[in-house]
């Protein structure tokens, strides 16, 4: 899960994404889930605060992990990148060197070919981080039922 400083939107989505993989069978132990932000902001820091909030509002409880940054490396180790924006699409392209990495928009999950971002809420207010977690959440249940189908083909490799 990849969005600027790892701060808001990515490890939103790292902690939803690993409840909803830790709850599903199938997926429980074949899944990794991380998250890394395309800028070198907050490496080592915890997430911001209100996003802590609105995933405690919501009732999530994973503490998720310590910011990161999505340097190449980082990168080319996974199989699927999961961007915020089309701006860490590109970002995230022009980084990778492994060609299998797949690297798909949040949005086109739940609005297909749309192309659209999820608003960075970090200027927001809490109703701004609760709906970016409704995208978020959204974007989650489609993509694990992607990795479902995958994994139910044997044509995935998590």
């Given amino acids: 899960m990849i969005c600027t400083g790892n701060i808001c939107r990515s490890p939103m ?4 994404l690993a409840h909803m993989v830790d709850a599903d069978p199938l997926l429980r132990g074949r899944v990794d889930v991380t998250s890394a932000g395309t800028a070198n902001w907050h490496v080592g820091a915890v997430m911001d605060s209100r996003a802590r909030d609105a995933l405690d509002r919501a009732g999530f409880s994973n ?3 310590p910011a990161a940054f999505a340097d190449r490396a ?4 996974h199989d699927i990148v999961v961007a915020m924006t089309r701006e860490h699409v590109n970002d995230v392209r022009r980084r990778l060197s492994n060609e299998s990495t797949e690297v798909v928009l949040l949005r086109n999950l739940l609005d297909p070919g749309k192309n659209l ?3 960075d809420p970090y200027y927001g207010d809490d109703a701004e981080f609760d709906q970016c977690l409704e995208l978020i959440r959204g974007g989650g249940q489609r993509l ?3 990795l479902r189908s995958r994994l ?3 044509s995935f490799e998590a």
């Fill in 13 to 16: 989505a790292e902690v939803v």
């Fill in 63 to 65: 503490q998720g992990t």
């Fill in 74 to 77: 980082y990168l080319d180790s």
């Fill in 117 to 119: 971002d999820v608003a």
């Fill in 144 to 146: 694990t039922l992607e």
């Fill in 152 to 154: 139910d083909a044997d």
